[in-house]
């Protein structure tokens, strides 16, 4: 049976101006979910709820969700239905890769549930989709948004193999946080995936959500230590509470205090920083990315 974890609920906090989005509209966001909707591909936009779906879908792009659309963990924070997944669908490979050229995306981003079942954790299927969408559409440039595969270090290699332009791995919140916030993850693990992509030769990025209890000085030694791990590009944005069954949030964070981390963060080194209350993983991901696929 399908379920989500369930956590005691608390007050919510008023949402601040800065937190409004633009709702849904235009010809160029419905081809995009019709189209979605032909080919039966499921998207990050709407299984996890994102704020920035209207804005994305506008300007024609889509966060592809490969291997179903229900997840074999039960973080606090997340919207993914968590449950007992359905059987592989070995043809979702060749349907992302007709949507892309479809959408005729330069910049196509991929992710995932966990499918913590399978022996592989879907490696397989990954490199697949990433073969597919290359074979179709050469010209086009692949952002991987990957599980840690429970240190399953072979089946990472099967996906690293497989040459994504972008090797994306969220670390999500700070150690101090995981056991509330990822239940079923590791800090350590974590990093050491991103380690591992970048000793790959990849470009390597990885993301973190804020209000959801850190501290400004914890998430700095968390930039700290995606630096040692070698990620060039980094996200960090807003948390916000999917339904009242989630995660409460317990700040909302200053856009001035997203300026000071980005500025931090540019000055440690990396490549490129997109810190702000609305940014997401996905969130205008090729124009992050070309600061570093030069």
Request: glycine share 6%; proline share 5%.
């Amino acid at each position: 049976m399908n379920h989500k974890v369930f956590v005691e609920k608390e007050e919510s906090l008023p949402k601040p101006p800065w937190l409004k989005v633009r709702l849904p509209t235009g010809e160029p966001y419905w081809r995009v979910k019709e189209l979605l909707d032909q080919h039966d591909l499921h998207t990050v936009c709407e299984s996890a709820a994102c704020p920035n779906r209207g804005e994305c879908w506008a300007r024609g792009t889509a966060t592809f969700m490969i291997l179903g659309n229900v997840c074999t963990r039960s973080c606090g924070f997340c919207n993914v239905i968590t449950g007992k997944p359905s059987e592989l669908d070995l043809e979702e490979p060749a349907r992302v890769a007709e949507a892309v050229r479809k959408l005729s995306l330069k910049y196509a981003v991929i992710t995932s549930v966990n499918r913590d079942e399978l022996k592989d954790g879907g490696a397989a299927v990954w490199a697949e989709t990433i073969r597919a969408v290359r074979a179709l559409n050469p010209g086009t440039a692949i952002e991987v948004l990957i599980p840690d595969f429970c240190s399953n270090w072979q089946a990472l290699d099967v996906v690293l193999d497989a040459r994504p332009d972008v090797l994306n791995h969220n670390i999500e919140t700070v150690p101090r946080l995981y056991l509330e916030v990822r239940p079923q993850g590791r800090y350590d693990r974590s990093l050491e995936v991103l380690a591992r992509s970048k000793k790959a030769g990849l470009t390597t990025k990885s993301g973190l959500m804020m209000g959801l209890g850190e501290r400004d000085e914890e998430v700095l030694e968390v930039m700290k230590d995606w630096r040692k791990a070698g990620v060039d590009l980094i996200t960090l944005g807003q948390y916000m509470q999917p339904t009242e069954n989630h995660l409460a949030v317990k700040r909302y964070v200053e856009p001035e205090t997203f300026a000071f981390l980005q500025e931090q963060g540019m000055a440690m080194g990396f490549t490129n920083v997109f810190a702000g209350p609305l940014v997401r993983s996905s969130y205008h991901a090729d124009e992050q990315a070309s600061m570093a696929l030069v």
